[in-house]
C-alpha cells in the first residue's frame, strides 16, 4: 500500500514561490501517475498537475501553467510541485495523490491521498 506525506506549505506574499514535497512509501505503480490537487473552503478539490511514473508525461491545469512544475526524484521516492508567482488564488489546501492506471485530470480515478499541505498567499 503507498503511503503520502506532504510537506513545504506555508504563508507567503503574492509573488513569491514554495516548493510542496510529497513523500511516498510502499508499493508504486510502473504505469501509474501522481497528481496535485487542492481545494479551498466551498470549493471542490480541483485538478493541479500530474505526472506519470513511467515517461515522464505531464499534465498542468491551465490556471497553473508555466508557473508552476511537477517533478519527481526517484532516489528520495518523492513528487514535487514547484510553485513560482503564487497568486491570491492560488489559496488552497493541496494534496498529492496517487493513480494506478494513469495520468487523469479527475480525482476520483486516484485512490490514494495524503492529508494535505495549506498554501496561503496574500495580496
Known amino acids: 500500500q503507498v503511503q503520502l506525506v506532504e510537506s513545504g506549505g506555508g504563508l507567503v506574499q503574492a509573488g513569491a514561490s514554495l516548493r510542496l514535497s510529497c513523500a511516498t512509501s510502499?508499493?508504486?505503480?510502473?504505469?501509474?501517475?501522481m497528481g496535485w490537487f487542492r481545494q479551498a473552503p466551498g470549493n471542490e478539490r480541483e485538478f493541479v498537475a500530474a505526472?506519470?511514473?513511467?515517461?515522464?508525461?505531464?499534465d498542468y491545469a491551465e490556471s497553473v501553467k508555466g508557473r508552476f512544475t511537477i517533478s519527481r526524484d526517484n532516489a528520495k521516492n518523492t513528487l514535487y510541485l514547484q510553485m513560482n508567482s503564487l497568486k491570491p488564488e492560488d489559496t488552497a489546501a493541496y494534496y498529492c495523490?496517487?493513480?494506478?492506471?494513469?495520468?487523469?485530470?479527475?480525482?476520483?480515478?486516484?485512490?490514494?491521498w495524503g492529508q494535505g499541505t495549506q498554501v496561503t498567499v496574500s495580496s
Open positions: 495523490a496517487a493513480n494506478p492506471w494513469g495520468t487523469s485530470r479527475n480525482p476520483g480515478n486516484y485512490n490514494i
Open positions: 510502499g508499493r508504486t505503480f510502473s504505469n501509474g501517475a
Open positions: 505526472l506519470s511514473w513511467s515517461g515522464g508525461r505531464t
